[in-house]
């Protein structure tokens, strides 16, 4: 499995609600496709929304978040991880 780091924008106002509600729709649906969303940060006044996941592929993760109402604008492996 690959690490992703996506990116939604256009989701200004997002509140922490609707970002855990997104979140959870992912969740519900995300093994269908071999995907785990581990985390998800947003900064509303920007619109700027990134989530971490772990899967197959980007096209996986893209795939969720289409069925889910979210579809990423960017998807970027990550391939380097330091604590």
């Known amino acids: 499995m690959a690490t992703f780091m996506d990116v939604h924008t256009g989701m200004k106002g997002i509140t922490s609600e609707q970002l855990a509600e997104a979140h ?10 071999g995907v785990h969303f581990e985390k998800a940060w947003a900064d509303p006044e920007s619109g700027t929304v990134y989530c971490l996941s772990e899967a197959p592929s980007a096209e996986a993760v893209q795939r969720i978040h289409e069925r889910t109402g979210h579809p ?4 970027h492996p990550v391939p380097l991880t330091v604590s």
Do not use: N
């Open 24 to 33: 959870r729709a992912d969740l519900a649906i995300e093994g269908e496709e």
């Open 72 to 75: 990423a604008d960017e998807i």
